[in-house]
């Protein structure tokens, strides 16, 4: 498994009976989390004094409680700066779990030799953005959602990033990618982080089932000769690492020299001292 272990200003302290208690910064927030099916008691204080509690309803989706939590806070990574504010679907704006592959992919870009040019699909608030660019590479970041962009951008701003090389698009990643073939663009590497179930821009529809194997052999019609990564996450349960694994080797293998691996992501959790599991990657590292 890949640990996001090195955070400061995050941790899962303590998770039961569906639900997960977690520090983001200085505030606490409990919120739902269909991995944790153990019931053990929830004994650390924490669990009575949140700030934020999201209800899973049993009719689908939820809503916040709130105790003296601002409408907008900061947490940083290193270097970077994420601005985090409560929505609905239990978000925050960052996936925390994601800083394994951040590093990752900042530490392939720092030992590339050349420059490199990054696509950032379903790019969401801009962690792998931010820590590409961080890195020295160009980014095109691309998500459908204009509020998204926005808020990628207000992160770049207070990480010190707004002279980057970043392009920032709204737009269907599908139609994207499919205009970039057209043009003749080519990128080093790629990073796409789809969601189970979405709507582009336009009302386009995205199943990720359905969707995904297209899709990345679009997408791999736009890497170099010579790329340097491929990196896929998955949040859908029936796609596990080995699933992943195969779809990248179907794609790739006999067209792009290099090795593929896959695993689960996870963070650890403070009380217990083991690994919630939080999803899947795959990762082709071009040779």
């Not at 979405?198 to 386009?204: A, N, S």
């Amino acid at each position: 498994m890949w640990i996001a272990n090195q955070w400061k200003d995050y941790e899962v302290i303590d998770t039961s009976k569906g639900e997960k208690l977690e520090r983001w910064g200085d505030y606490l927030l409990i919120r739902p989390d269909p991995q944790v099916i153990w019931d053990t008691p929830k004994t650390d204080p924490g669990w009575k004094k949140s700030n934020g509690h999201y209800h899973r309803s049993s009719r689908g989706g939820g809503d916040w409680e709130f105790f003296h939590l601002p409408e907008q806070w900061e947490i940083t990574y290193r270097d970077l700066v994420f601005h985090l504010k409560p929505f609905k679907f239990k978000h925050t704006g960052v996936f925390p779990e994601q800083a394994v592959n951040w590093d990752w992919c900042a530490e392939k870009i720092r030992q590339a030799g050349r420059p490199i040019k990054v696509l950032n699909l379903f790019a969401y608030t801009g962690g792998a953005t931010l820590s590409a660019a961080r890195a020295g590479a160009g980014v095109t970041h691309v998500d459908a959602s204009k509020g998204m962009v926005s808020w990628a951008k207000e992160n770049a701003k207070s990480s010190g990033l707004s002279e980057a090389p970043i392009r920032w698009i709204v737009d269907d990643c599908v139609k994207f990618v499919e205009r970039e073939i057209r043009r003749g663009n080519t990128y080093d590497a790629i990073i796409m982080d789809p969601p189970s179930y979405g709507r582009g821009p336009k009302g386009e529809i995205w199943k990720i089932e359905d969707s995904i194997f297209p899709f990345l052999t679009l997408c791999a019609k736009l890497l170099v000769k010579k790329p340097l990564f491929l990196l896929i996450n998955s949040y859908t349960t029936g796609l596990q690492p080995a699933v992943l694994s195969y779809m990248l080797h179907t794609v790739l293998d006999g067209n792009f020299k290099g090795s593929i691996s896959a695993e689960e992501i996870g963070l650890p959790v403070k009380n217990s001292g083991l690994i919630l599991p939080c999803g899947a990657s795959g990762r082709f590292e071009g040779r």
